[in-house]
């Protein structure tokens, strides 16, 4: 062990190695074909505060060297594989926990922090992350904001860098920086920074919104017979309002061989996969080929499990307050049942009793000759049965496929294919290549939460297009070297043209206009800012989303980001590009649910603190004002009515029923401040707010 | 229980229940990479010292194994691989009178080449060679090869301690083996009862709570606990171990 900088370091071989790769499948195979393996770095450190990390960037930059950060090493997709020569900043030593604010639910904590680790303890002091990705054991926060992670209750908390109120981070070319609430850096960096993979700063530390453990949880699992029919209730389901936790939908493949529906054997023990490679590795000549020939012929296995595939499994899941539940639970069950077959507490309970149990089946399929591995894409609701079929259709003779859809949202969902194929690098490649391929033309984006890494890189370069430049201004700011983990997230500027903003369909729940007709007031919008952009993520409830798509053209050359529920690949640039397009800017924003309607009012003392009370109780309602002392609070969807009387409970003096008047929602600039001061104009979970003067 | 080789590669659930993990940060340190190395080892692309420099880390404590979603026994192949990596060599060991000695190593980053030395005492003996060395003529013995338990622990103040419960092992000459290049703090008391800290006051306590009270209960369960650490002692007793004050001990 040696001190660089100051900070520990070692440049020991075992160090090295151990650096060098994440779980990237392709260096996987690799490993198992026996190739050389990643480029080793020179160098290993342990920073162990902020400083040390500043402290270790100029030591680099010094030394000329480039610089990739390291958490858990877990990422699929090579983001943590770096160049030889390289300094790997390993961030495990950054892992303090705490503060936390009880007051605020507000959780600090440092980038190294393992994901189970923060979890078990907020929940020793009553509360969650409400994130909770199958890699939680094996990941680190620092990570899950590199890669702009999604936990499995995405749909109830929002994705990753909607739980962030500011970070903490040194770059090479401005030393320390706070970013958010309380920051000093400036407020566009922050969704630059989310989802850039140590490209353009190190994070250091994190300023988490935590919730209360959910007192009741209900989980549930339904068939259906088609899986049209299963996207449908998926689709319903999230435009209802009725904001689930969990909606987990497989597809007949995934359903068929993993057998959801059916309870597990007493005793546990190895899946169906390893029980069958064991069977096979029995005949004379098979051990470790035994699935080199069923994944060599992968057209037929493929048309195999079509033929015995049927049904499609969908998993749905509440959480909360157990009187928020009672209110919802008719609505959710009737859009369930229209079409789906209950199957009980049974595939619920078991999904969540496994849910953490990583693609650690996948090994017998590297050991036999094989690769495993896993594509996340998202889309608009219009799109997922395309897409889906997409990638199926331009794979099926590279690999076996089967997918589950598991992020859900109002304006579209996110598709997980598992692939398995011939242990061959050009058959890995041709792959890959053909199913990103599928989802561009389709209308995905080319990833959901495992970030862009170096596998998705070109993909991810080629549907930015253009807007690259936004990241390559604060790149150039940032880390003028150029030494933080190159050659990942984007390549090179493709100036590829984009294909126009297609007009939604009536089930995407989006509208589209152009940005400089915005209207006030507007109705037809799911959250009516006055203007777009919405004010920052951090000032926002997670729930209440601004944009889903922005077009433009940059340089004359036409550019989409966003398709459906997520901004495109890498770094959220739709700030960048609505702000910086030449010409007209049209955005896709999510559309007002039709159907039932609630709104309330009453007069009860500290009205402002009332509203937070009621968000803090778990209610989501649609409008959720002040005004002159009157509390107006109003609910959309089939639960409404049920919604707007659990209110009226928690509402000192009760709500009386009054005509649906929804009011512009206050776009900024906004300052925090206590939720006694008198100017407060909107609340949240984890704040209240008023108008900045400044 | 699972086969070995699927360890290798997975999204490594054990590195999280690893206590050298938490509490040194090494990612070299994780029983999944542990493994990998040995692999490479077994396949010529690491050299016998190097894989030992790997083998050496691993204390032993099975949390991995715990952790494992096909239970995977990792100490038990790294402790086979590491029983092949030990050094022929061996340092003269002089003649004591009976009793225990404790040794705890107190750093947590250059731990690695000092328990290498020790564990080549440990592991060599506990590998049959202490027969061997009885024929040549050395002062080993089988009782106390049978003693020489070689676990590490984390220790209550971050720092990772390595324990001998020995009989009759020579204070000097283990300081002798361990060196004092590292600047590494020790304690050893000739003579005494077996001592053992939990580490129920160290990182292994403060994100697995369970398995620093598991650790310290398998000492006592073992040859009694006379823990040296209050703050290990709170810890045990807190979860129902009959821990002995050793500073009582020494003053009745």
Redesign the interface.
């Known amino acids: 062990m040696h001190e660089c900088g100051g900070v520990r370091s070692s440049t020991d071989l075992l160090d090295r190695m151990a650096a060098a790769r994440d779980l990237w499948p392709r260096t996987t195979l690799g490993a198992w074909l026996g190739e050389s393996g990643p480029p080793l770095p020179e160098r290993v450190l342990w920073p162990e505060t902020t400083e040390q990390v500043d402290a270790a960037l100029r030591a680099a930059s010094e030394a000329g060297v480039s610089v990739t950060t390291y958490g858990a090493g877990s990422g699929v997709c090579g983001g943590a594989t770096g160049q030889a020569g390289a300094w790997v900043l390993d961030t495990k030593a950054l892992n303090r926990i705490g503060p936390i604010d009880s007051q605020r639910w507000v959780v600090e904590v440092e980038a190294g922090v393992n994901g189970q680790q923060l979890e078990d303890w907020l929940q020793a002091r009553g509360f969650t992350l409400g994130h909770s990705p199958s890699s939680i054991s094996c990941s680190t926060v620092g990570g899950w904001g590199a890669a702009r992670s999604a936990g499995q209750f995405s749909s109830l908390y929002g994705v990753f860098e909607d739980m962030v109120l500011a970070v903490e981070g040194v770059a090479p070319g401005h030393g320390t920086f706070r970013v958010g609430e309380g920051g000093d850096a400036p407020s566009e960096w922050l969704p630059l920074l989310l989802g850039s993979e140590g490209t353009l700063a190190v994070l250091t530390r994190f300023w988490l919104r935590v919730w209360p453990v959910p007192k009741s949880r209900w989980l549930r699992g339904y068939r259906f017979d088609r899986l049209e029919d299963a996207v449908d209730a998926m689709r319903c389901l999230m435009q209802a309002e009725l904001w689930p936790s969990v909606v987990r939908l497989y597809d007949p493949v995934d359903t068929r061989i993993g057998g959801k529906t059916r309870p597990k054997k007493e005793g546990g023990g190895a899946g169906w996969l390893a029980n069958t490679i064991r069977t096979l590795e029995r005949v004379p000549g098979l051990k470790g080929r035994a699935l080199t020939l069923p994944l060599g012929i992968p057209w037929i296995v493929n048309r195999a499990l079509d033929g015995i595939a049927s049904g499609t499994l969908l998993i749905v899941g509440f959480e909360g307050d157990a009187e928020n539940l009672d209110a919802v639970l008719p609505a959710a069950r009737c859009l369930l049942e229209a079409a789906g077959e209950d199957l009980g507490e049974g595939p619920g309970e078991r999904w969540f009793g496994s849910r953490h149990a990583v693609s650690y089946k996948l090994m017998p399929v590297f050991m036999n000759g094989g690769f495993a591995d896993t594509m996340e894409i998202a889309c608009r609701w219009s799109d997922v049965l395309p897409t889906y079929h997409a990638v199926r259709d331009a794979v099926r003779g590279r690999a076996v496929v089967m997918a589950h859809m598991s992020h859900a949202y109002p304006e579209g969902a996110s598709i997980y294919f598992s692939f398995a194929g011939r242990g061959d690098p050009e058959v890995y490649a041709s792959m890959w290549d053909r199913a990103l391929a599928a989802v561009a033309g389709a209308g995905g984006t080319v990833t959901h939460h495992h970030g862009v890494g170096r596998l998705k890189a070109a993909a991810a370069s080629r549907e930015v297009g253009p807007a690259v430049a936004g990241w390559t201004e604060l790149k150039h700011a940032l880390d003028p070297a150029g030494i933080l983990n190159p050659g990942a997230v984007f390549v090179s500027e493709h100036e590829q043209a984009a294909s126009p903003m297609r007009d939604p369909l009536p089930t995407d729940g989006l509208v589209c206009r152009r940005l400089d007709q915005e209207g006030e007031g507007d109705e037809e919008r799911m959250w009516p800012w006055t203007t777009l952009p919405a004010p920052p993520r951090w000032q926002r409830n997670p729930w209440q989303v601004g944009w889903t798509e922005v077009s433009g053209s940059v340089g004359g050359v036409a550019c989409r980001l966003g398709r459906g529920p997520r901004s495109a690949a890498g770094p959220d640039l739709r700030g960048w590009l609505a702000s910086n397009a030449d010409g007209v800017v049209t955005v896709a924003v999510p559309s007002a649910p039709r159907g039932s309607r609630w709104c309330g009012e009453g007069r009860p003392d500290r009205p402002w603190k009332v509203a937070r009370d009621l968000l803090r109780s778990g209610l989501r309602p649609a409008i959720l004002t002040v005004e002159e002392g009157t509390l107006r609070v109003g609910f959309r969807g089939p639960a409404a009515a049920s919604l707007g009387a659990v209110a009226g409970g928690r509402v000192p003096g009760g709500l009386h029923e009054v005509p649906w008047a929804p009011a512009p929602l206050p776009h900024g600039p906004l300052t925090a401040c206590g939720i006694e001061h008198e100017d407060v104009v909107m609340v949240t979970c984890h704040g209240a707010w008023r108008p900045d003067d400044g | 229980m ?1 086969d070995f ?3 290798t ?5 054990c ?2 229940a690893c206590p050298v ?1 938490t509490g040194a ?4 340190a ?1 029983p999944s ?1 542990i493994a ?2 040995l692999r ?1 080892w077994e ?1 010529g692309r ?1 050299s016998d010292d ?1 894989a030992l ?2 083998a050496v880390l691993c204390t032993d404590c099975g949390a991995c194994t715990e ?4 239970g995977v026994p990792l100490p038990e192949y790294i402790r086979q691989r590491r029983a092949k990596l030990a050094p022929a060599d061996l340092p003269e060991e002089p003649e004591v009178p009976p009793g225990k000695t404790l040794l705890i190593v107190r750093d947590q ?2 731990w690695a080449p000092i328990a290498q030395r020790l564990d080549a005492v440990v592991w060599r003996i506990r590998e049959g060679m202490g027969e061997a060395a009885v024929r040549q003529g050395r002062r080993y013995s089988t009782s106390w090869s049978e003693q020489l338990l070689g676990r590490r622990l984390v220790t209550s103040d971050g720092g990772v301690g390595y324990v001998l419960g020995a009989h009759g092992v020579a204070f000097d000459w283990l300081h002798e083996l361990i060196g004092d290049e590292s600047g590494v703090g020790s304690c050893c008391v000739p003579g005494m009862t077996e001592m053992a800290c939990c580490g129920g006051a160290g990182p292994l306590a403060k ?1 697995h709570p369970d398995d620093a009270a598991r650790v310290g209960q398998t000492w006592a369960e073992r040859c009694g606990v006379e823990v040296r650490d209050s703050r290990c002692r709170e810890h045990l007793r807190a979860s129902g171990i009959q821990a002995l004050d050793l500073l009582d001990r020494l003053s009745s």
């Open positions: 699972g080789d699927t360890c590669l997975c999204p490594r659930l590195r999280s993990v940060a090494r990612e070299a994780a990479w990998t190395a490479e396949q690491l190097e420099a790997a952790h494992c979603h096909i980053r250059d994100y």
